[in-house]
């Protein structure tokens, strides 16, 4: 796809050149937390699509815990999804007074069929929640790996953090089912959302 911009500058831009082929996306199903253990979705995630994207909004936990995700090879059977992954975090607090980048092995899998967390030490405060993304490439492939990436921003005792998770699902099957759960307690409310990229 080429976008041609129609002035020498992007700082000027008055009018775009043509556009096409940039896709769109069609929503599939959303899904409410109410004290719920976890949220799976073992339906709508085949082969119509070669991108899913699951939006979170505001998932807010009742104990102070990390919000993960796994995947199914088998409808939700079980989740257990070889994964490698990567992950780092940025923070800022709202005093001004300290910042971080951080990036953390522990938080990484290497070949593990854990859940993989996409926000850590999410606490329970009553204006204190999580809200985000992941995309999840060609999951019906019987060639290649799971791909996927994450962003997700939370606020946390006074700290505005943002994890940003990528890896693979390292299986040539398909995977039909995602789960999403906190890793103590549950997700008291909120919503996820599950779209397919044309």
Avoid: C, W
């Avoid at 990390?66 to 090879?73: L, P």
């Avoid at 079980?78 to 990036?103: I, M, Q, R, V, W």
């Avoid at 990528?166 to 299986?171: K, S």
């Amino acid at each position: 796809m080429l976008i041609k911009l129609n002035d020498r500058a992007v700082k000027d831009v008055t009018q775009f050149g043509s556009i096409s082929s940039l896709g769109s996306l069609t929503h599939i199903s959303t899904a409410t937390a109410s004290s719920s253990a976890s949220i799976e979705f073992t339906s709508g995630i085949d082969s119509t699509y070669k991108e899913y994207v699951f939006y979170f909004v505001n998932i807010h936990t009742s104990a102070t815990a990390n919000f993960t995700f796994n995947g199914s090879t088998d409808s939700g059977s079980n989740y257990n999804t070889t994964k490698t992954t990567t992950h780092f975090t940025p923070g800022h607090n709202e005093a001004d007074s300290s910042t971080y980048l951080d990036y953390d092995t522990g938080k990484d899998l290497a070949q593990s069929t854990s859940f993989q967390s996409l926000g850590y030490g999410i606490t329970t405060g009553n204006d204190e929640s999580l809200s985000g993304y992941m995309h999840l490439f060609n999951p019906s492939s019987t060639t290649f790996v799971k791909h996927f990436i994450a962003s997700v921003q939370y606020y946390d005792s006074n700290f505005s953090q943002n994890s940003f998770v990528a890896g693979y699902m390292n299986t040539t099957s398909a995977v039909d089912a995602i789960k999403f759960q906190m890793s103590s307690g549950n997700i008291d409310s909120g919503e996820i959302l599950l779209f397919g990229v044309n």
